[in-house]
């Protein structure tokens, strides 16, 4: 088990929680262009480079405007040294 892939995009996301605010979202591990958002430290993470939680797995930029302010409104801002605990591990197809 581990972080599912956002296919449209192409980047790991794990569903985890903030733990200074307690704000359930989705995280990239590692963007497209390489650079590393989480150290993982068993089902913890520390935010290593800033980034963002997201209400929803999907990161695709279908209908640009409208998408970009539902993602600004459904979005927290992570910072360097934040605690994130993963909620929800990818699951394993039978």
């Given at each position: ?44 993470f ?22 970009a ?16 605990e ?9």
């Amino acid at each position: 088990q581990g972080p599912q892939e956002e296919e449209s995009v192409k980047v790991m996301r794990v569903h985890a929680k903030a733990m200074n605010d307690n704000v359930e979202g989705w995280i990239s591990l590692v963007g497209n262009q390489g650079t590393t958002f989480l150290e993982e430290g068993g089902n913890v993470f520390k935010v290593i480079t800033e980034t963002i939680l997201t209400e929803s797995f999907e990161l695709d930029g279908s209908g640009a405007t409208t998408t970009a302010r539902k993602l600004k409104d459904t979005t927290r801002k992570l910072k360097v040294g934040e605690i994130v605990e993963v909620r929800e591990w990818a699951k394993k197809e039978e």
